[in-house]
């Protein structure tokens, strides 16, 4: 296999898109090879300008992608589309819909899109997200695009993986203190205010201006853009608007800064996961389930998780 | 501490409410003397019904979760509140605009509201969750809610604590494929359509019984409720509506069974937070650091994790 993980990594870099699939899937699995395929693939990693795209259901993101990708494409950019859905265990996978849209897309060499399911392991996610950027970062793509609902901790987890956040809002989320409570306002590079032909556009521009305003600490100020990407307007000075700030990133130190925390972050995460793929086996599997199965439970949980760490601890 | 420890823990059984808002504090914090309550205080629970709130932004959990504990009141229960608002690090708070609609009920020695942001470590929120729930279960509280926003996984982790889940939309948030796509569907043992004065309802009730319908693989399946909550118009159908539900996981084994469910996930939450405490020493942090500022990296963070865990790893 030591021979295998070499090959796939030298069509990686060749960017071969099989390999990139077959890697993509080893690291959705949490397959030892990808830990190998990645420590390889590292040094050939941090070339590729890394977008997050995120906002409420409904926004209007995968559209967005899309006709971004179109433009990048006319540019020649190489173009990697992460997208994370969050996924019903009750259908079995992730809801394709939206990727549907962009099937136009998947149809072009320059294009790789991944859809990857949100269901499970909430910690890990982040991490196979920002691993499956470094493998399109390793076979050239030159731009990778997170896209995800942002709602919850995890999609603000993996909007902070990316170089410019773009928040996307249309004047039918009403609130803007829901976008406050989801934490998008503080996050957003690039603010996208979609479908600003409907009625209330001016209105919400407004007060989203006056929200950003507020993040006076910050020397960025993010410009709220209009669109209406299914009809494509706008979306032009919505690129210039990310290359705008990839301009101020490069010009401070800022872009270093974000991207020294995204990997203290990612190997936090590493380790965790580490440590607890070690820790759980078979017998203290059962020792839990006899536990769990115990009617009257001598030990309080939190005894009995005392009792299975107690060696542990004292040699970490 | 010892004797404090010891205190806190007999006003908590005797119902002291400081005690109680206290001990939460305490595991916000995340200290050590929360866990030693805890374990004393575990035999004194699971006598508390818990019943999880969800739903989009907006759809009106806050208003429902007012009028059903006015009814609970009425009944002579005692009701805590634990709402997990997700958090603006740039706010620096949870927006409490929604805690503020309930302050009638905050005059009630009967009723205790907690709020609990959601900002930082992912990870830790619905573990304390369940711990502020074990607290107001040894206090003697008959019905404990919480209150989610229900659209990232630490919200559904949140709603998973929950022995009934009741999962609320409005007509407006349009299409339920957003509802699927988030997880509420499949999570649901009680469907609220709330606001069904307004047009769309009739089609979208039809909409929501057919995708619940779907789920014929578990023997129980959830009626469509109709509230007005503002109005307070449909609230005790629902309250009867969960009674149903409670009814039907004691006659089953099925209580049981996501009690003990429950119970194991938080073991595996305790032991990764203590973990996790123990590694991280200002040795270690140093090291990390010291990695995270070099201009040209030798190892990558895959070697760089696994020499920090070198040692630790052949010993768990």
């Known amino acids: 296999m030591k021979k295998t993980v070499e090959n796939l990594g030298a069509q990686i870099l060749k960017g071969d898109r099989l390999a990139v699939a077959r890697v993509m899937t080893l690291i959705e699995n949490d397959d030892d090879h990808a830990f190998e395929l990645l420590n390889i693939l590292f040094p050939h990693t941090g070339t590729a300008y890394r977008l997050g795209i995120t906002g409420p259901p409904g926004a209007g993101k995968s559209t967005l992608t899309s006709h971004l990708t179109k433009i990048l494409r006319n540019d020649k950019c190489r173009v990697g589309i992460i997208a994370v859905d969050p996924t019903s265990p009750f259908t079995g996978g992730a809801i394709l819909g939206d990727r549907i849209r962009m099937n136009d897309l998947t149809l072009d060499q320059g294009v790789f899109i991944r859809s990857v399911a949100s269901r499970g392991s909430s910690g890990g996610l982040a991490r196979q997200a920002n691993e499956m950027a470094d493998i399109l970062d390793a076979a050239g793509y030159d731009i990778i695009i997170f896209e995800t609902v942002g709602v919850g ?42 479908k600003s032909d409907r009625p209330g ?33 706008g979306i032009t000075e919505v690129w210039k608007e990310v290359q705008r700030h990839q301009t101020y990133l490069l010009s401070t130190d800022n872009l270093k800064r974000k991207r020294e925390q995204r990997l203290k972050i990612r ?24 536990y769990l199965k115990e009617e009257k439970k001598e030990l309080s949980p939190y005894r009995l998780s005392e009792e299975m760490l107690s060696k542990i601890l004292s040699d970490i």
């Open 153 to 194: 901790q995890v999609e603000l987890d993996v909007a902070a993986a990316a170089d410019t956040t773009m928040v996307l809002m249309v004047p039918e989320s009403g609130d803007i203190i829901q976008g406050l409570k989801a934490g998008l306002m503080e996050i957003a590079d690039v603010f996208v205010l979609n």
């Open 201 to 233: 556009a001016e209105r919400m521009k407004m007060d989203i201006e006056y929200v950003l305003h507020l993040r006076d600490a910050d020397p960025w100020s993010p410009k709220v853009m209009e669109t209406i990407a299914h009809q494509a307007a």
């Open 267 to 290: 190997i936090e995460r590493i380790i965790r996961d580490k440590i607890e793929k070690q820790f759980w086996t078979v017998r203290r599997r059962e020792i839990l389930q006899a």
